[in-house]
């Protein structure tokens, strides 16, 4: 079957380094998506991964390596507003995604 | 702007009541869908459809359908037969091409 694991919840204080794994076993692989979702609302996109190695955008930054069926999220100088849930996602064989359960993300002052 | 909307927001039924919760975009994207999401789990695929006219089951399909009629309009019916219907249901689309998915606000869905 095809499974994506991520911690339930993490902590983290206001101007830290947090890092959030995400490990895979999908049938194929077309990509990962990083998205970030604040309580209630909508997911919104924040990377895409489809080769090995580190995409830095800014505050954050997403690593991939495909032949261990693994990826992070790596967040830097947290901020309140950062306190979410970050869901990792598998672009499957299909071009179908797969979702995880989201990881929730305290930040402490 | 472009984007997905939703509508409304809140909805509550009566058990044994069939309710159709709306989805529109003017992202001129071909593909939506229909996910559903419970506290504590990922977004789970109730239905998609990559054209006008034609969809297809996702994981969870038991207990709901949909229309396809017009590009912009993917609405989501919830039947009597869905047992646990209460939930935060995300509606999302793309352009088929990068695969990157855009959502919609959710509905959040009550029944009692």
């Known amino acids: 079957g095809q499974n994506i694991d991520q911690p339930t919840e993490m902590t983290a204080t206001e101007g830290a380094i947090v890092q959030i794994n995400c490990t895979y076993q999908?049938?194929?692989?077309?990509?990962l998506f990083w998205y970030q979702q604040h309580a209630g609302e909508a997911p919104t996109f924040l990377s895409y991964?489809?080769l090995d190695g580190l995409e830095e955008k800014g505050r954050f930054s997403s690593f991939l390596s495909r032949s261990k069926g693994y990826s992070y999220l790596l967040l830097k100088e947290l901020q309140m507003k950062d306190s979410a849930s970050y869901l990792c996602a598998v672009l499957d064989s299909n071009y179908q995604l797969i979702w995880g359960a989201g990881t929730k993300l305290i930040i402490k002052p | 702007d472009g984007g997905i909307t939703q509508s409304p927001k809140y909805l509550f039924r009566k058990e044994g009541q069939n309710v159709t919760l709306s989805c529109e975009q003017n992202l001129n994207h071909d593909a939506m869908y229909w996910y559903r999401q419970d506290p504590g789990q990922g977004l789970r695929l109730i239905y998609y459809?990559?054209?006008?006219?034609?969809?297809q089951k996702g994981d969870i399909a038991e207990g709901y359908s949909v229309s396809r009629e017009k590009k912009e309009s993917f609405p989501l019916t919830v039947t009597s037969a869905q047992k646990n219907p209460t939930a935060f249901y995300l509606c999302a689309s793309n352009d088929g091409e990068i695969h990157e998915q855009y959502f919609g606000p959710g509905t959040r869905l009550t029944v009692t």
């Open positions: 991964n489809v």
């Open positions: 999908t049938s194929g692989f077309n990509g």
């Open positions: 459809s990559q054209i006008v006219n034609d969809f």
